[in-house]
T-cell receptor, first 109, second 114 residues
Framework: SQQGEEDPQALSIQEGENATMNCSYKTSINNLQWYRQNSGRGLVHLILIRSNEREKHSGRLRVTLDTSKKSSSLLITASRAADTASYFCATDNDYKLSFGAGTTVTVRA | NAGVTQTPKFRVLKTGQSMTLLCAQD?????MYWYRQDPGMGLRLIHY???????AKGEVPDGYNVSRLKKQNFLLGLESAAPSQTSVYFC?????????????FGEGSRLTVL
């Protein structure tokens, strides 16, 4: 069963705006990862945050993790058309990752 | 460097036919995975392997078989295809356990079962 659930399911923003999406999960984790999927392509790893970390940055990406609330957020700042994609959170489960259903982000020019 | 390569990219089958999807990685990764992606369902793990010669069931293994005879290859077989197996299949690999390191994905194999 899926561990993480992203919210919202879909998001439409203007170029230059920030995009925020959330991930909630049910059981304790060691780490949480975020992936991006462009239409018709495979998933690409964006960032991994460990359970003892609260915030992590990578370029225009900012990820937070609140283990007490079992939730994470992904913020994309100053969005670009190229950020149009689906974004998935993934939580660890023994040797494998469990993915949520994703948030589809559309960046309008 | 190719990374993770899946073949074929597209396939149409009739109900009851069999086929094999091939995944090849050139990164010397120990761990390999097969996921299926359906609209609104995200990715669901079918089978995975933690090293050459090993396989294990994931979340939705029924109707599929796998083999990892060589470290670089992970094969997914459908013995008797059903319309419910219409999906996009993704192979992924990782150097360490998927729970501790990033997964590298192939571009997907789109399968339609009529």
């Amino acid at each position: 069963s899926q561990q993480g659930e992203e919210d919202p399911q879909a998001l439409s923003i203007q170029e230059g705006e920030n995009a925020t999406m959330n991930c909630s999960y049910k059981t304790s984790i060691n780490n949480l990862q975020w992936y991006r999927q462009n239409s018709g392509r495979g998933l690409v790893h964006l960032i991994l945050i460990r359970s003892n970390e609260r915030e992590k940055h990578s370029g225009r990406l900012r990820v937070t993790l609140d283990t007490s609330k079992k939730s994470s957020s992904l913020l994309i700042t100053a969005s670009r058309a190229a950020d149009t994609a689906s974004y998935f959170c993934a939580t660890d489960n023994d040797y494998k990752l469990s993915f949520g259903a994703g948030t589809t982000v559309t960046v309008r020019a | 460097n190719a990374g993770v390569t899946q073949t074929p990219k597209f396939r149409v089958l009739k109900t009851g036919q069999s086929m094999t999807l091939l995944c090849a990685q050139d990164m010397n990764h120990e761990y390999m995975y097969w996921y299926r992606q359906d609209p609104g369902m995200g990715l669901r793990l079918i089978h995975y392997s933690v090293g050459e010669g090993t396989t294990a069931k994931g979340e939705v293994p029924d109707g599929y078989n796998v083999s990892r005879l060589k470290k670089q290859n992970f094969l997914l077989g459908l013995e008797s295809a059903a319309p419910s197996q219409t999906s996009v299949y993704f192979c992924a690999s990782s150097a360490t356990s998927g729970s501790t390191g990033e997964l590298f994905f192939g571009e997907g194999s789109r399968l339609t079962v009529l």
